[in-house]
């Protein structure tokens, strides 16, 4: 037989007005003991009754919609094994708590670090993009212009997890050897030491939502924060969008330059703005946030080198700021750009083509009134 939370509080609820009625009499005609015991008792199922309610109203937080609307196709699904590094695309990859995932393959669950343990992107390492890694079983392999290759077993690293920090978050990592780090150091840094390639040690996120983001955006949980992503695991670009910035660039980009989990095309331009619940085949996901751009997007993926009139970054801060005043302090001066998403719904396996959907809001009923 299902369990009906709502019958059983109702019961609860009934059983502690019993009990208060008994601590009543019991005020009147008995021993100073007796009171002590029965107010024990009330005091026992109130907190009963607090508890089971809490939960409850956790349960009942926002559900997806029932009904859907297609909205177009996934083009393009990409993960960036390493963050910073080059990308690895698959016609179809599970979508898990921690991002995108393909065997050993996962988001963003790799990370380079300095020797105090701090991340470095190709915002101060713009070559970082030519890097190209690619796993084979559980074997990761990196490749980069003018080096040979080098490789490292996931599956075989040992040794103490520690903290690194990410955006002034420490979260958990265990390092990849020495083969990787002088590796690294030398094509980045022309050094033989200075860098450190970290592996993330867990299956599920630990961060917390970064504190100025409390506020702004209520939908992001910690849940959504993945390994070493900067904000979420999912983000959606959509090609219309990207499109419409391109008329007004003397050169266009191309989407590798927005890093997104998820291009989809039919929408029409800046449409995914107001989504709210997204279905990308069976996989149910909600828009948290708009995705605000920074200095990387500058970055040719193809040459490793940033624009020198630092676009499209330039053009979009000309008319993409977000101007909400709930949301203006969280994100300042960056433009938006595409959306983060966050998995609501059980893991699942995505594949380029599927269809993408929108949730329809539930009509809600007309307000009973009494006849005149």
């Not at 003018?146 to 690194?164: I, N, P, T, W, Y």
Request: net charge positive; aromatic share 10%; charged share 20%.
């Amino acid at each position: 037989m299902q369990l009906n939370i709502r019958d059983v509080f109702i019961q609860i609820m009934d059983l502690l007005i019993f009990f208060y009625h008994i601590n009543f009499l019991y005020l009147i005609f008995s021993d100073k003991a007796r009171l002590t015991y029965a107010t024990t008792v009330a005091i026992g199922v109130g907190t009963a009754v607090f508890v089971i309610w809490w939960w409850w109203n956790r349960k009942q937080g926002p559900k997806p919609p029932s009904k859907w609307r297609k909205v177009g196709e996934l083009s393009d699904m990409v993960m960036y094994p390493v963050k910073s590094l080059g990308p690895v695309r698959k016609t179809e990859m599970e979508c898990t708590t921690l991002g995108l995932k393909s065997g050993w393959l996962r988001d963003r669950t790799l990370l380079v670090i300095d020797l105090e343990g701090r991340f470095l992107t190709a915002r101060q390492q713009p070559k970082m993009v030519n890097v190209s890694p690619s796993v084979s079983g559980s074997v990761l392999t990196l490749s980069a212009p003018g080096m040979m290759s080098v490789s490292v077993d996931l599956a075989q690293l040992r040794g103490k997890s520690f903290r690194v920090a990410v955006w002034g978050q420490a979260v958990p990592a265990r390092d990849c050897g020495e083969e990787p780090a002088r590796w690294l150091s030398r094509y980045i840094l022309q050094e033989d030491v200075g860098l450190r390639l970290v592996y993330y040690p867990l299956d599920r996120p630990v961060r917390p939502v970064r504190q100025k983001n409390v506020k702004s955006f209520p939908k992001q949980e910690p849940i959504d924060a993945g390994a070493y992503p900067d904000e979420t695991s999912y983000t959606l670009a959509n090609e219309a969008s990207i499109a419409d910035l391109n008329t007004r660039l003397d050169e266009p980009v191309v989407a590798q330059q927005f890093r997104m989990s998820f291009l989809v095309k039919g929408p029409s331009a800046y449409e995914e703005d107001n989504w709210d619940w997204v279905k990308i085949g069976n996989v149910i996901m909600r828009n948290l946030r708009p995705c605000t751009r920074c200095i990387f997007t500058t970055i040719n993926p193809e040459t490793g080198t940033k624009h020198p009139n630092t676009e499209p970054l330039k053009t979009l801060r000309s008319y993409r700021q977000i101007t909400d005043p709930q949301i203006r302090p969280a994100v300042g001066d960056s433009p938006a750009m595409g959306i983060h998403l966050g998995l609501r719904g059980p893991n699942g396996v995505v594949r380029l083509g599927d269809p993408v959907y929108v949730g329809i809001p539930e009509e809600k009923p007309p307000p009973v009134t009494s006849p005149s």
